[in-house]
T-cell receptor, first 116, second 112 residues
Framework: GAGVSQSPSNKVTEKGKDVELRCDPI?????LYWYRQSLGQGLEFLIY????????KSGLPSDRFSAERTGGSVSTLTIQRTQQEDSAVYLC??????????????FGPGTRLTVL | AQSVAQPEDQVNVAEGNPLTVKCTYS??????LFWYVQYPNRGLQFLLK??????LVKGSYGFEAEFNKSQTSFHLKKPSALVSDSALYFC??????????FGPGTRLSVLP
């Protein structure tokens, strides 16, 4: 079956422009996560969606960052007025949440964002 | 607050030798522990997890990890390393009601 997909795979933008990054999770996965990975660094949690619950936005670094998940499936991460420090790989992951246990996350290939 | 430490930025091992990638964690409550691998220019792939039960868990590609509650560790091991195991390895922890927290990663180089 299809895995997590993300688009675009690469995005180059100018400082100050807005960008939208898209994530298509695995069908039936109720949990969706966004992370940011800077060059050679670990994963920085950004935001978490679980079913119809209010998203956990505690990892968003500033109010320039926002995310939506429409219909419990596709998610869009929007960065407004991009800055050079926003350059990173943005990873999306999805997982099942069942039986009170936490299942592994399945990651997409990421979107490499470069802000000039 | 939850945290994960991977004390080694880089681990070098000769092909055929056993390998260990270390991970220690700090959580409130029972931990759920995970290992992921990231090959160059690819997304993260799940290797194995500990939720409950047997402290030794086996995963993909011949990897295993041992949960040690007293030492709060979850070290990744493989009896015989392959050059193709060279990659970036991430340990992650989650406790009930908390988000996933990933370690900083350990770069494994297996030398032929």
């Amino acid at each position: 079956g299809a895995g997590v997909s993300q688009s675009p795979s690469n995005k180059v933008t100018e400082k100050g422009k807005d960008v939208e990054l898209r994530c298509d999770p695995i069908s039936g996965h109720t949990a969706l996560y966004w992370y940011r990975q800077s060059l050679g660094q670990g994963l920085e949690f950004l935001i978490y969606f679980q079913g119809n619950s209010a998203p956990d936005k505690s990892g968003l670094p500033s109010d320039r960052f926002s995310a939506e998940r429409t219909g419990g499936s596709v998610s869009t991460l929007t960065i407004q007025r991009t800055q050079q420090e926003d350059s990173a790989v943005y990873l999306c992951a999805s997982s099942l949440v069942e039986g009170g246990h936490y299942n592994e996350q399945f990651f997409g290939p990421g979107t490499r964002l470069t802000v000039l | 607050a939850q945290s994960v430490a991977q004390p080694e930025d880089q681990v070098n091992v000769a092909e055929g030798n056993p390998l260990t990638v270390k991970c220690t964690y700090s959580v409130s409550g029972n931990p759920y522990l995970f290992w992921y691998v990231q090959y160059p220019n690819r997304g993260l792939q799940f290797l194995l997890k500990y939720i409950t039960g047997d402290n030794l868990v086996k995963g993909s590609y011949g990897f295993e990890a041992e949960f040690n509650k007293s030492q709060t560790s979850f070290h990744l091991k493989k009896p015989s390393a392959l050059v193709s195991d060279s990659a970036l390895y991430f340990c992650a922890v989650r406790a009930y009601g908390q988000n996933f927290v990933f370690g900083p990663g350990t770069r494994l180089s297996v030398l032929p």
